[in-house]
């Protein structure tokens, strides 16, 4: 079994999990009806750098789609 260290990845590198994180859970409230549809647009806006939004965008169609 492979072990990694995420604490030894670049800032950016864990910003990414993070943030990646953050989406499935957002969706997960959304599919268990903690929260309602437009909880996500909401979550949207609060990013203001442009990499991290993509990557939350994709996140969220991927764990939808699951």
């Given amino acids: 079994m492979t072990s990694y260290n995420l604490a030894l990845l670049p800032s950016?590198?864990?910003q990414a999990?993070?943030?990646d994180k953050?989406?499935?859970?957002d969706v997960w409230k959304v599919k268990?009806?903690?929260e309602p549809d437009f909880?996500?647009?909401q979550q949207k806006a609060k990013f203001s750098d442009a990499d991290q939004l993509a990557i939350y965008t994709e996140s969220v169609e991927?764990?939808?789609g699951i």
């Avoid at 953050?22 to 859970?25: F, M, N, T, V």
């Fill in 12 to 14: 950016d590198e864990k």
């Fill in 17 to 19: 999990i993070e943030i």
């Fill in 22 to 25: 953050q989406a499935a859970y």
């Fill in 32 to 34: 268990n009806g903690q």
């Fill in 39 to 41: 909880y996500l647009e």
């Fill in 62 to 64: 991927r764990y939808k």
